[in-house]
């Protein structure tokens, strides 16, 4: 028996799957690690306590196989993290700036206020936001002279966490990504397929620091030099984790779309060969590339706080011990009793884009209690998906009836129900939530050869449970109107 491993490189930690090739799942391990806030709006990670997770996580699952019986590796990482490492050494020049970081806010402000931003977004799908790779390394330019040392040295290493993942796989050997990362950097032509020095220049980032571009399918590395894992091992598969997820789902055709509710809430509407622009402040992305001349697209909504606030009220206001014990405390009230939450921890995403926006819960009275504002924030992640929706919507120019869901925070069926309910779409959870890990098992045996067509994606989808909407419209528009107030205040005190 062969098997596939994907390394699932998340916000929060690292997570390894190891599959037979009928998709049986053998072992799955997580290792958290720790997050940096060193100034409010700062986000950091240690790419040394990233690639010790994987360490860790990899040791775990193959700890009773036989590791040459390993096909292919693939990987899916947070998307518009940036990493900057000596490419001689493999060694970390600085902590990564990770995709909630919300530094480069000044920046952006001074593009478009230079009316730059229709030609980002005609170029790359991408509006002008500090959540995009660009934005993050014109700042690191600008203010940290060890990587502008790096580079007048010949030492320098950019890219995605995917980049830094495959030339730490490959014992350095590699600097290379896949389209569904590259989209994600404002630097990266969507139907030109490449690196744009025109659009890096108007950053003011070097056009060469970026790593060579790969389909998302068929051999970037080998392996060389990994603790536990013989050398040779190929690396076939790449996705960031929202493609990844997308192709978990087996949302293969045109038109079909999930939603993955990690750290924050993300929507993508598979679009088919050609981009579809948005008008109404959603981002174009390339879902994945089979082959150089063979690009898949989607439409995205995000919002950049959904499992984030359960752990917020975990370890912030200490109202429950585990994460999962937050369903328990919301069900212990009937309803939120008027309690609105926003979930604006890191500003708001789609279709907002305000990044000063802060957080807020309104409504609250003498009469609310601890169940009563864990209710809000539940409802507060399924409130925010309703705008991206509504953008979608009316992009595609007709309702969506249905979507598939996953993520961990899928399997709160509190949060499902409200969720189906507050979008009035049916919503289809999959036994298999782990969709995002899934995508990257998918892709490595695509680029394996293991399967030959989407197709063969498509048949292995099952479901666990469908949400059906039960609100009335008069229900619901009196709950939207009380959400859009409480979120008019938090733009407004952003």
Known sequence: MEYLLAIDQGTTGTTALLMDCNLNKISQASVDFEQYFPKPGWVEHDLGDIWSTVLQTVREVTKHVNPKKILAIGITNQRETLCFWDKNTNQPLARAIVWQDRRSSELCEKLRAQQLEPEFQRATGLLLDPYFSGTKAAWAFENWSDIK??????????????????????????????????????????????????????????????????????????????????????????LGDQQSALLGQACVKEGSAKCTYGTGAFLLLNTGRKPAFSKHRLLTTVAWALKADDYTYALEGSAFIAGAAVQWVRDGLKFINESEEIEALANSVPDSDGVIFVPALTGMGAPYWVPQATGMFTGITRGTNRGHMARAVLEGIAFQNVDILSAMQKDMGKPMVQMNV???????????QFQADILSVKLRRPKFTETTSLGAVFAAG??????????????????DRCFEPHLTDEERKRALGAWHLAVARTTYNG
């Open 149 to 238: 040392t790096a580079y007048k040295a010949g030492r320098l290493a950019a890219g995605t966490v995917d980049s830094y993942l495959l030339a730490r796989l490959s014992g350095g050997l590699v600097h290379a990504t896949e389209p569904s990362n590259a989209s994600r950097t404002l630097c990266f032509h969507l139907t030109k397929h490449y690196f744009d020095k025109e659009l890096c220049d108007r950053l003011g980032v070097p056009s060469d620091i970026w790593p060579e571009v790969y389909p998302s399918v068929g051999t970037f590395a080998i392996t060389k030099g990994f603790p536990g894992l013989p050398d040779g091992i190929p690396i076939t598969g790449v």
């Open 406 to 416: 996953d993520g961990g925070a899928s399997a709160n069926n509190l949060l499902m």
């Open 446 to 463: 695509l680029g394996a050869g293991l399967w030959t067509d989407l197709s063969d994606i498509e048949k292995t989808w099952q479901e």
